[in-house]
């Protein structure tokens, strides 16, 4: 064949318009600088076709280079490296470099098994191949290949491509995703072939003129690798880009580059109908100007980092905008940060469903907009940390210009142009939503517009920069002012009251309020006024835990740990019992809760019904025995048969009369009902004559709070008391 010399400079060698045939050598070897240039040619050899280690390299449309056998094993550490190639381009140490390699045309073919074009490094002391790393410099834009084309050594602009008669060449295109070794011309090639849980990887930038849906019961990663991936606008209308994305199965969203230099920009992303969303990092812009989102929720949506982003400014009297998150699902955020420049609407808007902010270990949580922070137009919404901020109106909105909002704030800093918190509506008439603070920093104050229902924020904690007005304090709480200037609430401590409660043997009581004591048995312990209690129950040795009771043996709680608030004395017992062989522990349980008495009692043996309370309006029917229709009365013995060590329990059967009970509120009728009926009365917070001072039947107290409840069993005259120092330091009955 034809073959220069490895020390020469600038050769040139031209096939044009030629046949060079090699029946057992190769075809031409250029080592040396200069140009090879193959036109209109054929090139028939048995070892290796055309191969190049310096220079550059010219094959255009019209040639052919055939290679019959090969290849051969390298013996010596120059001359031609025969690997049976039909083009062979070597990057060679000690070469004087690669220059272009161009393939715009021709057919190429090697014997069965080899490659028709092969790319690779080689080191002659060591005789072995290596991975190419000299692509830039070869562009095959062109040619019918007997193998596939390596797809480092196609052009800027191709891809290789299997041709419907098995030869394979390029074509015009461009890999933009990739699962694993496998890359893919569009992204919606990539998400359809991806098996369950498989990453898909953006290996280029990319445009959609559509948007790419993740199908229910798909799982899926997307990983931008600091790529970007961006929309059309939508036919007909240049005013609205395509969403990105729209997931309908599971779906996760990263940016694994180091840089952080991955972006959406588009619409926004969509997650619906059952979709389950994950967003660990990576950057989402909003780009229209009429609305959209960079992640509109309504499934279950859950964003550990990343950052959001609504670019179009506008101005606050426009129809729509553009936000960060808009929810009407399930959102979950424990990280990332929310940016909205748009001065219509809120970075985060919450129509319905729940919100839950938690800034997980080692993240943050900032969200800040133009127009407002976070809104939570309906739905629940539990912040317990992050930072929240406004320049033109609230760090906090709430409303229910959607549904009823149910808003509770255990931590986070907020901030507003002139409140940092809002709870309101200027679209809707009455608002009922209310707003629980219980802790955070508020650096504006907070306010509640006239149109909310009374008690629409409780203050219970927390940090303001302004003092909490009181009609804002949680009940049992009063605005102070702390040493370094700021202000907050604290419990009202009017009243000490005192609680006897103990259990029966066998038992432990700890009393958790303001921390632990762990007593055995009696103690007596004293609380103020709107106190919350939290006294726990445990068993020692063999007991089991029944029920608490009150001093008229009444059971207060079936719950081992019993929480209420502190409004009168009380006298309060944990009762237990202890399983015993053979026996069996029979509680009798009246109306309204009352036990009536228990006993432990030998298998086979009887035990006594014992009397039942009176009441109005009812008639004693029996005793029964639980999941059995036997009646006792009064006196009867009952036998206790063998079975489980759970308590027996018996109870107390009533029938009632058709007599109505009347209930009386400041000497006016409320209302009538049956015996038995459980009734809720509610006063108002404050009058002309006072704040409320509590619920009274003749000259006792029976409650403090504005809303009592109570059972019907006879006529009712309640009256309600006002006055100026609110609660009387009087026991209640």
């Not at 030629?18 to 057992?24: A, E, G, K, M």
């Not at 609680?499 to 004591?517: R, W």
């Not at 399983?579 to 309204?592: H, L």
């Not at 009536?596 to 009397?611: K, M, Q, R, W």
């Amino acid at each position: 064949g034809i073959e220069t010399n490895g020390n020469n400079t600038n050769d040139t060698v031209t096939l044009k318009n030629s046949t060079l045939n090699v029946p057992n050598g190769f075809g031409i070897y250029f080592p040396s600088s200069g140009t090879l240039t193959v036109e209109n040619s054929k090139i028939t050899a048995k070892t290796m076709g055309v191969q190049v280690c310096a220079g550059s390299l010219s094959i255009n449309k019209g040639s052919e280079v055939t290679v019959s056998g090969g290849p051969v094993e390298k013996i010596e550490n120059d001359g031609a490296i025969q690997d049976g190639a039909a083009i062979s381009i070597v990057n060679r140490t000690g070469y004087k470099g690669l220059g272009k390699i161009e393939v715009t045309g021709g057919t190429f073919t090697a014997n069965a098994g080899n490659s028709a074009i092969k790319a690779y490094n080689w080191a002659d002391k060591t005789k072995t191949e290596s991975d190419f790393t000299a692509s830039e410099k070869v562009a095959v834009s062109g040619g019918t290949f007997s193998s596939a084309v390596p797809e480092n050594c196609c052009a800027e602009g191709y891809v290789p491509v299997k041709n419907e008669n098995g030869t394979y060449g390029v074509k015009a295109g461009k890999y933009v995703a990739s699962i694993g070794d496998t890359k893919y011309e569009t992204l919606a090639e990539a998400i359809a072939a991806a098996k369950d849980g498989e990453t898909v990887t953006l290996i280029a930038d990319v445009e959609l003129s559509g948007t790419v849906e993740i199908k229910a019961g798909k799982n899926v990663t997307l990983d931008l690798n600091g790529k970007k991936l961006s929309t059309t606008t939508k036919a007909g209308d240049a005013t609205r880009h395509y969403y990105a994305i729209d997931n309908y199965g599971t779906f996760t969203l990263r940016d694994s580059s180091a840089a952080q230099t991955g972006e959406i920009r588009a619409r926004g992303i969509e997650n619906l109908g059952s979709g389950k969303m994950v967003i660990e990092s990576g950057k989402i812009v909003a780009i229209d100007t009429n609305g959209g989102a960079a992640i509109w929720n309504k499934a279950d949506l859950t964003i550990n980092g990343g950052k959001f982003v609504a670019e179009h400014v506008g101005a606050s009297g426009d129809q729509f905008g553009p936000g960060c998150v808009y929810n009407e699902g399930t959102l979950t955020i424990n990280g990332g940060t929310f940016t909205s420049m748009n001065k219509r609407t809120y970075a985060i808007v919450s129509k319905s469903g729940a919100v839950t902010i938690t800034p997980a270990e080692g993240r943050t949580v900032e969200i800040s907009g133009a127009h407002g922070g976070l809104g939570i137009d309906g739905g629940t919404a539990t912040i317990n940390g992050g930072s929240y901020a406004s320049d033109d109106y609230y760090g906090l909105y709430v409303s229910n210009d959607a549904t009823k909002a149910e808003v509770t704030v255990t931590g986070g800093t907020f901030t507003g142009a002139e409140y940092s918190a809002f709870i309101g509506s200027d679209g809707s008439g009455f608002v009922t939503s209310t707003l629980k603070i219980s802790g955070g920093t508020f650096n504006k104050p907070i306010n509640a517009q006239k149109n909310t229902v009374k008690g629409a924020i409780q203050v219970s904690g927390g940090t303001f920069s302004t003092a909490v007005p009181e009609a804002y304090c949680a009940e049992f709480f009063k605005p102070v002012q702390k040493a370094d200037g700021k202000y907050t609430v604290e419990k009202v401590k009017t009243n000490n009251v005192k609680i006897n409660f103990g259990g029966t043997g066998g038992s432990q009581i700890t009393v958790g309020v303001d921390g632990s004591i762990s007593i055995i048995n009696n103690h007596t312990q004293e609380f103020a006024t709107g106190e919350l209690v939290s006294l726990t129950a445990t068993a020692q040795d063999n007991a089991k835990f029944l029920f608490w009771l009150d001093s008229n043996r009444r059971i207060v709680s079936t719950n081992a740990t019993y929480q209420f608030y502190v409004d009168s004395d009380i006298s309060v017992t944990a009762q237990f019992y202890t399983p015993a062989e053979g026996k069996r522990y029979v509680i009798f349980i009246d109306m309204d809760n009352h036990v009536a008495g228990y006993a432990d009692v030998a298998f086979g043996s009887t035990v006594t019904a014992p009397d039942h309370l009176t009441f109005a309006n009812r008639t004693f029917d029996g005793w029964y025995v639980d999941g059995h229709t036997n009646k006792y009365d009064v006196g009867a013995s009952i036998t206790v048969t063998k079975g489980d060590k759970d308590p027996l329990y018996v109870h107390a059967k009533y029938t009632a009369t058709d007599t109505l009970i009347k209930v009386y509120i400041d000497d006016k009728l409320y209302g009538e009902f049956a015996y038995g009926s459980d009734v809720t009365v509610t006063a108002d917070e404050s009058t002309s004559d006072g704040k409320f001072a509590g619920w009274y039947i003749g000259d006792a107290l029976v409650s403090t709070k504005r809303e009592y409840s109570f059972r019907v069993a006879s006529e009712v005259r309640l009256t309600k008391n006002y006055d100026v120092s609110g609660i009387e330091s009087k026991a209640i009955i």
